[in-house]
């Protein structure tokens, strides 16, 4: 990076590097170039990434790094603004992936002096990492290997002797590699991609950072007229300052199966008759408590949750929320708020994405009714639809890597199908190895199109289903849909970089990038960001991570979806009928690929289009892939 001073106000001006292998610590200065081109969190990571790994690697090897990067409105005012994200080739991609979480991480950090940190090697035995008030040290972590992922937060927190101390570890399920791992900060998940087993495969167990510091902005009077600003936009906003205080994101239970897109029995069907047990309202009723916060949103979106009576009575959880619903709940055929509550709860301890864990049973479930697995196979439990009581014993399977299905599904769903065959691929409900989250691809075609062109593969965060959901454009047709999703992508991808939450997408877009996204970022750095320039900026970062994808094997053939979407139609509901034909996206494959510059017969970006965002360098390594 460039020696010259760093300008920009926001940021700390510096990333830890920490080689585990020798346990050593380095001072990294950040340069203006790369602020400036890619902002941080998911772009600055990705350039990061694409410069400093062979194309090729294994994710579990030395030669990977794991990327740990506060946005640079994190610790100021900015609303939703103080999300963590965490960068690496991912084990169950085999690309560059992000993933982000709220909390008070992010702040504390940089309050510590540090933007991110950057690990690399492998430790020689287990650890974690002290990052406090600047100073670090990697202190062994013997005594909390095999704990569980809240329990190893409070004994640190005990060890550490400060309650103020902000941590993120692993749980079982990152030391034991399951692909699917998270990292989690108290009790939120930087939980998708498989992250938390890149962590675990260094002998990481977790970080606590403690920080004084403070954060220089560069005029605080115009930061305060703003701050006005957009705190009014919040509070105008119904999903921010009603929707979301009232049911956090569990709402979308009811909206989405009236929509007939509410997902049931692993994607058989998106109708569920018996849904309104899942609800936000029955959830808010039965077991919510509260509301939480992370650190400088207004909007209260997480839902304390205890459950009361009953089999799972005691479970504490911050949740569950949508996603959990589905993949634990509907997903697997039942309706029971409490199960879902105590068996996300259990997930965050076991150490793993919620999603990935909840759409693994649902496969699992229907292998077994289809005859594709037996007793034998899953330590003589009738797993079937509905069967509510087998998820717990389940996800601990999974986590510990017990048993032949247990450690089976550990690998993820793709390579669960890949080993059971006999048509289960067709079921298997993934796109590029990440499964898909509570959100209908055949009910809305352009958040089919970004489902199957995301780098992530099954993200909801690549393309966003809210456009087509609430009528701001129409689902039933394709034409347009190709710069539709295009656009989104830019928001979703310049929004990561700076890391701002996604569920406040009616204040930051929801169809574009925005002044409000852009202002927020000149505000605290001092930057001076068009709109154009973010646009530009958002396009340089989606090629560059499209890029590396390239480099790691995946083209056009890739950008697809699973064969239950393309050849089943949804079976009742008010979205009867509906299904993305091969056809369907294969015309808006062509569409995006146009808007996009990229080569319509491979999906890569072209030479013309790379230079014109300033990537002469990626243009010249994609000439080797053509």
Not at 33 to 58: K, T, V
Not at 492 to 519: F, K, Y
Not at 564 to 581: A, C, L
Request: glycine content about 12%; proline content about 4%.
């Amino acid at each position: 990076m460039s020696s010259q001073s760093f300008k920009y106000k926001g940021y700390m001006g510096k990333i830890l590097r920490v080689n585990l292998t020798r346990g050593t610590f380095t001072d990294q200065p950040l340069s203006n170039e790369l602020a400036e081109n890619y902002i941080g969190g998911a772009g600055m990571a990705a350039r990061i990434l694409y410069d400093e790994l062979a194309p090729g690697i294994d994710p579990f090897s030395e030669e990977n790094k794991l990327v740990m990067l506060a946005g640079p409105v994190a610790g100021t005012m900015i609303p939703a603004g103080s999300r963590m994200g965490a960068y690496s080739k991912s084990p169950q991609t085999n690309s560059f992936f992000h993933s982000s979480c709220g909390g008070h991480f992010a702040p504390e950090l940089k309050y510590a002096g540090y933007d991110g940190i950057i690990f690399e090697g492998t430790s020689p035995e287990p650890v974690y990492l002290f990052v406090d008030d600047g100073h670090s040290e990697l202190r062994s972590a013997k005594h909390l290997w095999g704990k569980k992922s809240y329990e190893s937060q409070e004994l640190l927190l005990e060890e550490l002797g400060s309650k103020e101390i902000q941590i993120a570890a692993i749980g079982p399920a990152g030391e034991r590699l399951v692909r699917f791992a998270g990292i989690f900060c108290g009790c939120r998940a930087l939980a998708r991609g498989g992250l938390g087993a890149v962590m675990g495969s260094k002998n990481v167990k977790a970080v606590a950072v403690r920080g004084n510091g403070s954060i220089e902005i560069p005029d605080y009077v115009k930061t305060e007229a703003f701050l006005k600003e957009i705190y009014a936009k919040f509070k105008a906003t119904p999903s921010t300052s009603q929707v979301l205080p009232t049911y956090g994101t569990p709402v979308l239970v009811n909206a989405n199966n009236t929509l007939g897109v509410f997902p049931y029995k692993n994607w058989q069907d998106e109708f569920y008759a018996d849904a309104q047990g899942l609800s936000g309202e029955v959830m808010k009723e039965k077991i919510v408590k509260r509301n939480k916060s992370c650190f400088a949103c207004p909007v209260g979106s997480g839902k304390y949750c205890i459950v009361g009576s009953g089999a799972y009575a005691g479970f504490i959880n911050e949740g569950p929320e949508y996603e959990d619903i589905y993949s634990f709940g509907s997903l697997c055929g039942h309706n029971d708020i409490e199960v879902v509550c105590a068996a996300e709860r259990f997930c965050d301890d076991m150490g793993m994405d919620a999603i990935e864990a909840g759409v693994a049973i649902a496969f699992a479930m229907e292998c077994f009714e289809k005859g594709l697995i037996t007793t034998k196979e899953t330590d003589g439990m009738e797993l079937r639809f509905g069967r509510s009581d087998l998820i717990l014993p389940m996800i601990e399977k999974m986590g510990l890597r017990q048993g032949y299905l247990g450690d089976l599904l550990a690998e993820g769903v793709k390579r669960a199908a890949e080993k059971i065959g006999q048509g289960s691929e067709f079921f298997a409900m993934h796109n590029k190895g990440l499964t898909f989250p509570g959100h209908s691809a055949r009910g809305m075609p352009g958040f089919a199109l970004g489902y199957a062109t995301g780098p992530r593969g099954g993200s909801h965060h690549d393309g966003r289903p809210t456009g087509e959901r609430t009528g701001l454009v129409k689902r039933e047709i394709i034409e347009g849909k190709g710069e539709y999703t295009a656009r989104i992508n830019h928001l979703n991808i310049l929004t990561d970089s700076m890391i701002l939450c996604h569920l406040a997408e009616a204040i930051w877009g929801p169809l574009d990038v925005t002044e409000t996204v852009t202002q927020s970022l000149n505000v605290v750095t001092g930057m001076n960001m068009t709109l154009d320039d973010g646009k530009r900026t958002a396009e340089r970062i989606w090629n560059i991570i499209r890029a590396f994808a390239v480099r790691e094997g995946y083209r056009r053939k890739d950008d697809k979806l699973p064969p239950r979407f393309m050849e089943e139609p949804i079976q009742s509901g008010p979205s009867k009928g509906m299904v993305i034909s091969r056809e369907k996206l294969d015309k808006m494959l062509d569409d995006y690929y146009a808007f996009r510059g990229w080569d319509k017969q491979t999906g890569i970006p072209t030479k013309e289009r790379l230079i014109s965002l300033g990537l002469d360098d990626i243009a010249k390594d994609m000439e080797k892939y053509k």
